[in-house]
């Protein structure tokens, strides 16, 4: 039984998996199941991270860049505090996950979804987001919408780390 288990912060980290990721990888896994660590002590996630490894499951932990200077640093950050986490295995998302959502607006998803476009979705952080949308949105409500038309193969030219994502990571725990 081949199982994958991947590691987000939140409910739009988990809505972005479930609805894009999720499609490309579901027949090489028999399940494929999502740990939200932000809503989780830093000790529940070290002994989560140690039961896989005693099951052999495949992971994949995902973190934000935030403000950290840059992708080596922020997964040091996470070995530092999860220590047991497999750096090769920790998916770092320049600079939030809203960049991710950002990159997979085309031309005609703008229009239809009234949304600013966005000069850059290597480097859209939350707030930047947020300004894009229309004057009195409700931001998970568009995001839902973004994913309802989303553009991956677009997507993934606009966005460096979301590439990379499909490109290198997903190969590595697929094997």
């Known amino acids: 039984m081949k199982n994958l288990i991947i590691f987000i912060e939140g409910p739009n980290d988990k809505r972005f998996f479930e609805s894009i990721v999720r499609p490309k990888i579901e027949t090489q896994f028999d399940c494929i199941q999502f740990y939200e660590y932000a809503t989780k002590t830093v000790k529940q996630t070290k002994n ?3 039961a896989i490894h005693k099951l052999s499951y495949k ?13 080596t640093q922020r997964k040091q950050q996470v070995l530092d505090k999860y220590c047991d986490c497999d ?3 920790i998916q770092v998302v320049k600079i939030e996950i809203e960049s991710w959502y950002a990159a997979g607006i085309n031309k005609r998803s703008y229009k ?3 949304i600013k476009e966005f000069k850059d979705c290597n480097n ?4 930047v987001f947020e300004q894009h949308l229309p004057p009195k949105s409700i931001v998970q409500d568009k995001m839902i919408d973004i994913l309802e038309n989303y553009d991956l193969t677009f997507a993934r030219k606009n966005n460096n780390s979301l590439d990379y994502f499909f490109q290198k ?5 697929a094997a």
């Open 169 to 173: 990571l997903l190969t590595r725990i």
């Open 87 to 89: 750096k090769s295995l």
């Open 124 to 127: 859209v952080c939350k707030n």
């Open 59 to 71: 992971y994949i932990f995902v973190k934000d860049l935030d403000s950290s200077v840059c992708i």
């Open 112 to 114: 239809k979804l009234r």
């Open 48 to 50: 989560f991270i140690k």
